[in-house]
């Protein structure tokens, strides 16, 4: 059983920076993608970034240049560090692995997710 738990967000100002991590147990994440989704409240499941085993990469068009994908397979730990923060960034942000060696952004290709962390931006 793969449990996975998100941390980092909080509250922050328009144009800040905060670090999400993705700590997972088991030895699944070493040979899977992980991604990062997010949800805003009346919005669907939205791809953010995924990174796969091999260290490839891919992020959202919306959020080149100010979101980047790492993964550190020692720790069992997936980041996602978000800089330039705007108040539309603003929803709970879920990491979720991808069994699979592909690099997905369909959420219903993962099979693990986190419980989600909120971030908040504000104006």
């Known amino acids: 059983q793969v449990q996975l738990v998100e941390s980092g967000g909080g509250l922050v100002q328009g144009g800040g920076s905060l670090r999400l991590s993705c700590a997972a147990s088991g030895h699944t994440f070493r040979t899977s993608t992980m991604g990062w989704f997010r949800q805003a409240p009346g919005k669907e499941r939205e791809f953010v970034a995924a990174?796969?085993?091999?260290?490839?990469?891919i992020v959202a068009d919306s959020m080149k240049g100010r979101f980047t994908i790492s993964r550190d397979n020692g720790k069992n730990t997936g980041y996602l560090q978000m800089n330039s923060l705007k108040p539309e960034d603003t929803a709970v942000y879920y990491c979720?692995?991808?069994?699979?060696?592909?690099?997905?952004?369909?959420?219903?290709?993962?099979?693990?997710w986190g419980q989600g962390t909120q971030v908040t931006v504000s104006a």
């Open positions: 979720a692995l991808d069994t699979n060696w592909r690099l997905s952004l369909v959420p219903a290709q993962y099979l693990y």
């Open positions: 990174i796969s085993w091999t260290d490839s990469r």
